[in-house]
């Protein structure tokens, strides 16, 4: 791969059309701009990340949670434009300079398809099909041409948030625009983490397009020129667009050590345990230079959120080099691994300790399991629903059921994947506070005010 084919413009649903902007914006910028201003941004402010929607104690959501990212992930293809050109101070790549915006557009979208509920809203739609009412669809006879195809029946058992991101931002929903959002080539390439289809997602239910979705990303890979970096099965496996381990690392970066913060004023994590898994970060000489800049400070939330700024700047310098010493590697596709797993061992070990106690005391606390199990149940009840409705839309009740879903989502399609798909469309758009005020409402547990 090479960086000036991996740079583009070009704007999905736009090909053919080139007009000078009467603007200084990049073109990247504008991604930026268009994304956090558009509605899926916006209801990003009610969705869970971890922890319940804040009470008196504000935690992260989805929204702060990746302006988080975009600003670490900026920092990060900053840092590397610069580095990249201070090593080839000859070279005339200015493109380049673009790596900062770029990165910053991808992080900001990346978290947009993640269905309300946190995490678990991911695997209760993954497992409503598998295992729950919804596997009866792979064997329910339907009219010729209308059942569904292996790729397509993965493509929901499977569902990922990833996946579901970059169809958010391609799309063409009904009354809209060709290209979803018309956002630049590597913008969208780089928010594709896992670059292969459903089929090939593994137990972990990772994978980076629906089969909608495929041939725009096929289209994106051949223009960018990210080649196959092998086939299972017949199917391809395309290697990462480079930029996609910065934003992955700023995403890395943040949800470990902003988990690690919220779980301490929640407190869940004492204030001793907080700040030994951050310090852990540092030399013991860099603790005591630490201790003699914070000391002064007697609001302890004040002193954990200095010690996590300089965990992220040193977790933020040392994925730099990492990519940078390894850029012959990235752009060739056979980097393995994250740029974490790169990192130099003192940083590699402080990071695993902070993932122990996320998954021993953080992702297993009351708080989490509790938003875990509401999930599932309300998640369960409106796809019973609404899969019924999709399937038989005589029914009196699921005539009335439709007619309340924006006609956007196309749940009378024809084909029985896209009505699937519209649901999932649907369902994902949902903030927390929304599906739960539509299963109260399902449920006659509350009744609109007149």
């Given at each position: 791969?090479?960086w000036?084919?991996?740079?583009?413009?070009?704007?999905?649903?736009?090909?053919?059309?080139s007009?000078?902007?009467?603007?200084?914006?990049t073109?990247?910028?504008?991604?930026?701009?268009?994304?956090?201003?558009?509605?899926?941004?916006?209801?990003m402010?009610?969705?869970t990340?971890?922890?319940?929607?804040?009470?008196?104690?504000?935690?992260?959501?989805?929204?702060?949670?990746?302006?988080e990212?975009?600003?670490?992930?900026?920092?990060?293809?900053t840092?590397?434009?610069a580095?990249?050109?201070?090593?080839?101070?000859?070279?005339?790549?200015?493109?380049l300079?673009?790596?900062?915006?770029?990165?910053?557009?991808?992080c900001?979208?990346?978290?947009?398809?993640?269905?309300?509920?946190?995490?678990?809203?991911?695997?209760?739609?993954?497992?409503?099909?598998?295992?729950?009412?919804?596997?009866?669809?792979?064997?329910?006879?339907?009219?010729?041409g209308d059942g569904?195809?292996?790729?397509?029946?993965?493509?929901?058992?499977?569902?990922?948030?990833?996946?579901?991101?970059?169809?958010?931002?391609?799309?063409?929903?009904?009354?809209?625009r060709?290209?979803?959002?018309?956002?630049?080539?590597?913008?969208?390439?780089?928010?594709?983490k896992?670059?292969?289809?459903?089929?090939?997602?593994?137990?972990?239910?990772?994978f980076?397009?629906?089969?909608a979705?495929?041939?725009?990303?096929?289209?994106?890979?051949?223009?960018?020129?990210?080649?196959?970096t092998e086939?299972?099965?017949?199917?391809?496996?395309?290697?990462?667009?480079?930029?996609?381990?910065?934003?992955?690392?700023?995403?890395?970066?943040?949800?470990?050590?902003?988990d690690?913060?919220?779980?301490?004023?929640?407190?869940?994590?004492?204030?001793?345990?907080?700040?030994?898994?951050?310090?852990?970060?540092?030399?013991p000489?860099?603790?005591?230079?630490?201790?003699?800049?914070y000391?002064?400070?007697?609001?302890?939330?004040?002193?954990?959120?200095?010690?996590?700024?300089?965990?992220?700047?040193?977790?933020?310098?040392?994925?730099?080099?990492?990519?940078?010493?390894?850029?012959?590697?990235?752009?060739?596709?056979?980097?393995?691994?994250?740029?974490?797993?790169?990192?130099?061992q003192?940083?590699?070990?402080?990071?695993?300790?902070?993932?122990?106690?996320?998954?021993?005391?953080?992702?297993?606390?009351?708080?989490?399991?509790?938003?875990?199990?509401?999930?599932y149940?309300?998640?369960?009840?409106?796809?019973d629903?609404?899969t019924?409705?999709?399937?038989?839309?005589?029914?009196?009740?699921s005539?009335?059921?439709?007619?309340?879903?924006?006609?956007?989502?196309?749940?009378?399609?024809?084909?029985?994947?896209?009505?699937?798909?519209?649901?999932?469309?649907?369902?994902?758009?949902?903030?927390?506070?929304?599906?739960?005020?539509?299963?109260?409402?399902?449920?006659?547990?509350?009744?609109?005010?007149?």
């Amino acid at each position: 791969m090479e960086w000036k084919q991996l740079i583009s413009a070009r704007r999905l649903g736009k090909e053919d059309a080139s007009r000078p902007l009467p603007e200084r914006r990049t073109e990247f910028q504008r991604d930026y701009d268009r994304l956090i201003f558009s509605a899926p941004f916006r209801r990003m402010q009610n969705k869970t990340q971890v922890f319940p929607l804040p009470g008196s104690i504000f935690v992260h959501n989805r929204l702060t949670h990746s302006l988080e990212v975009s600003s670490v992930g900026r920092s990060l293809g900053t840092d590397v434009a610069a580095e990249l050109l201070r090593r080839r101070p000859d070279s005339a790549e200015s493109h380049l300079r673009a790596i900062g915006a770029i990165v910053s557009a991808a992080c900001l979208a990346h978290d947009m398809g993640n269905p309300p509920f946190g995490h678990s809203g991911e695997r209760a739609i993954r497992s409503y099909f598998a295992e729950g009412k919804g596997s009866a669809l792979r064997t329910r006879h339907m009219p010729e041409g209308d059942g569904l195809t292996q790729a397509e029946w993965d493509d929901i058992i499977h569902f990922d948030g990833n996946a579901n991101t970059f169809r958010l931002l391609t799309h063409r929903f009904e009354g809209r625009r060709p290209g979803g959002f018309v956002m630049t080539y590597s913008t969208l390439a780089a928010v594709v983490k896992y670059p292969h289809c459903s089929s090939l997602a593994g137990p972990k239910s990772k994978f980076g397009f629906f089969e909608a979705e495929r041939p725009d990303y096929e289209k994106i890979a051949a223009v960018l020129g990210i080649p196959e970096t092998e086939r299972r099965g017949g199917l391809p496996v395309y290697a990462r667009h480079p930029l996609v381990y910065l934003v992955e690392a700023a995403d890395d970066i943040c949800y470990e050590i902003m988990d690690i913060e919220d779980a301490h004023k929640l407190r869940i994590l004492s204030d001793r345990d907080t700040k030994d898994l951050l310090l852990a970060f540092f030399s013991p000489e860099e603790q005591k230079r630490l201790h003699s800049a914070y000391h002064y400070e007697t609001d302890m939330n004040d002193q954990i959120g200095y010690l996590r700024s300089c965990v992220i700047n040193a977790l933020e310098s040392a994925c730099v080099a990492v990519f940078c010493d390894a850029e012959d590697d990235i752009l060739a596709g056979r980097f393995e691994g994250s740029l974490i797993d790169h990192l130099p061992q003192r940083l590699l070990s402080a990071y695993r300790a902070c993932e122990e106690m996320a998954r021993g005391r953080i992702y297993c606390c009351k708080e989490v399991t509790d938003i875990d199990l509401a999930g599932y149940h309300i998640i369960y009840t409106l796809l019973d629903l609404m899969t019924d409705a999709v399937l038989s839309p005589e029914k009196a009740y699921s005539s009335l059921l439709l007619g309340q879903v924006s006609p956007q989502y196309r749940l009378r399609a024809p084909r029985l994947y896209d009505r699937i798909m519209g649901v999932l469309d649907y369902l994902s758009g949902m903030t927390d506070v929304y599906a739960l005020d539509l299963y109260r409402k399902i449920n006659g547990h509350s009744l609109p005010m007149v």
